[in-house]
């Protein structure tokens, strides 16, 4: 059990930076896909609107 728990914590060591480095990129692909849903939305809604 204690081999295990070592292995999983050893391994969530090794990958924690390496998810770290990466959130910056996630995170602005994120932004830009939520800004072109709140603009897709924006058009729908003012276009129905009028």
């Not at 930076?17 to 602005?28: C, E, K, N, T, Y």
């Amino acid at each position: 059990m204690k081999d295990n728990l070592n292995r999983v914590r050893e391994r969530l060591t090794w990958q924690a930076p390496a998810i770290f480095l990466d959130i910056p990129i996630g995170f602005r692909i994120y932004q830009t896909i939520i800004f072109a849903l709140l603009i897709g939305c924006g058009l729908i809604v003012g276009l129905i609107g009028v």
